[in-house]
């Protein structure tokens, strides 16, 4: 684990050149992945997944107690097929946890966490962190955030990578993260390893928007213009990224417009090899 963190650390001056070059708060995104129609679709407050490519899939694999993929992945992890270093046997676990604002992804993880050992890593909340620094850089995902921006990819996998490290774990729930093909791609660039899933939480964007003007924590972005950024953001920039997953199979799809209780009944499901 350690040798697979020193190279992690290593990756990241590299991958940061490249992140720079292209680093564009997510505005460059191709949206090529999302099918043209599905886009009216969620405008109207259709779920996400109705313009996720390869829906089909997606709900196969909600429907079973344990991801075709997840299983593949622990398969070809246990033979060390997914080594990241010269040697190196052991990966880290992860999953990805991706959905829209306000879908549920933080609540959701505080149950996962109680009940399975993984960590938990939310990258919003390890930006919202670092701007109260007050550096330039601090002062910048405060604005970027507050525009419903995605913010460089050296900066969010650098703070991803060090709370990795932090926490001498090994499974790790990355919550909010990749949120665009940038971010995904520095990620692979960086880390040498992909997560062995995704957990997509799919609400359509009214119930999401209730719940943001309803969470009442202070955020600069629970606002309704800020909301209506991220959601853009999301179709833009993120959905994508749900798409490719969903090509290589990897994406479980949680329907999370319903109770908490029912949405974790439905989430436990894809950890059950985790007990
Ligand atoms: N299934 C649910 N039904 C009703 N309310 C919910 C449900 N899940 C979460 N909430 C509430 O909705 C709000 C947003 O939930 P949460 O913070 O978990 O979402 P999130 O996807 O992590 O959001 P963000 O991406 O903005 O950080 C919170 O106030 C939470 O208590
Ligand atoms: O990988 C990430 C994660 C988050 N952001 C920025 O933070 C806010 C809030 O994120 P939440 O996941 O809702 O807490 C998001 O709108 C982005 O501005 C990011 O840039 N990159």
């Not at 075709?68 to 052991?90: C, F, L, Q, V, Y």
């Not at 609540?107 to 670092?130: K, Y």
């Not at 209730?210 to 606002?223: A, F, M, P, Q, V």
């Given at each position: 684990?350690?040798?697979?963190?020193?190279?992690?650390?290593?990756?990241?001056?590299?991958?940061?050149?490249?992140?720079?070059?292209?680093?564009?708060?997510?505005?460059?995104?191709?949206?090529?992945?999302?099918?043209?129609?599905?886009v009216?679709?969620?405008?109207?407050?259709?779920?996400?997944?109705?313009?996720?490519?390869?829906?089909?899939?997606?709900?196969?694999?909600?429907?079973?107690?344990?991801?075709?993929?997840?299983?593949?992945?622990?398969?070809?992890?246990?033979?060390?097929?997914?080594?990241?270093?010269?040697?190196?046997?052991?990966?880290?676990?992860?999953?990805?946890?991706?959905?829209g604002?306000g879908?549920g992804?933080?609540?959701?993880?505080?149950?996962?966490?109680?009940?399975?050992?993984?960590?938990?890593?939310?990258?919003?909340?390890?930006?919202?962190?670092?701007?109260?620094?007050?550096?330039?850089?601090?002062?910048?995902?405060?604005?970027?955030?507050?525009?419903?921006?995605?913010?460089?990819?050296?900066?969010?996998?650098?703070?991803?990578?060090?709370?990795?490290r932090?926490?001498?774990?090994?499974?790790?729930l990355?919550?909010?993260?990749?949120?665009?093909?940038?971010?995904?791609?520095?990620?692979?660039?960086t880390?040498?390893?992909?997560?062995?899933?995704?957990?997509?939480?799919d609400?359509?964007?009214?119930?999401?928007?209730?719940?943001?003007?309803?969470?009442?924590?202070?955020?600069?972005?629970?606002?309704?213009e800020?909301?209506?950024?991220?959601f853009?953001?999301?179709?833009?920039s993120?959905?994508?990224?749900?798409?490719?997953?969903?090509?290589?199979?990897?994406?479980?799809?949680?329907?999370?417009?319903?109770?908490?209780?029912?949405?974790?009944?439905?989430?436990?499901?894809?950890?059950?090899?985790?007990?």
């Amino acid at each position: 684990m350690r040798r697979a963190m020193e190279r992690l650390t290593r990756g990241v001056a590299r991958a940061s050149e490249r992140a720079m070059r292209g680093a564009n708060g997510g505005t460059r995104e191709p949206v090529s992945a999302v099918r043209a129609g599905a886009v009216t679709a969620v405008v109207t407050g259709t779920a996400a997944s109705a313009i996720v490519a390869g829906g089909a899939s997606a709900v196969a694999c909600a429907g079973e107690s344990e991801s075709k993929n997840a299983r593949a992945a622990t398969e070809e992890k246990s033979d060390g097929g997914k080594g990241i270093g010269k040697g190196e046997t052991k990966t880290p676990t992860v999953v990805f946890v991706l959905g829209g604002p306000g879908a549920g992804k933080g609540t959701q993880c505080a149950n996962i966490v109680r009940d399975f050992a993984f960590v938990h890593l939310s990258a919003g909340d390890l930006l919202r962190a670092h701007m109260k620094s007050g550096s330039p850089e601090g002062n910048m995902v405060a604005e970027m955030i507050k525009q419903g921006q995605i913010v460089p990819s050296e900066v969010t996998v650098n703070l991803l990578l060090d709370a990795m490290r932090a926490s001498g774990e090994d499974r790790f729930l990355i919550d909010g993260f990749p949120r665009n093909k940038e971010n995904r791609d520095a990620w692979e660039n960086t880390a040498g390893f992909d997560c062995d899933f995704v957990l997509f939480f799919d609400c359509p964007e009214d119930v999401m928007t209730t719940r943001l003007l309803g969470r009442n924590e202070g955020r600069s972005d629970d606002n309704i213009e800020t909301i209506k950024k991220r959601f853009v953001t999301f179709r833009e920039s993120s959905l994508p990224v749900i798409n490719y997953y969903e090509k290589l199979n990897k994406v479980c799809t949680v329907n999370s417009d319903q109770s908490p209780e029912d949405v974790y009944a439905q989430t436990k499901g894809f950890f059950s090899k985790f007990a």
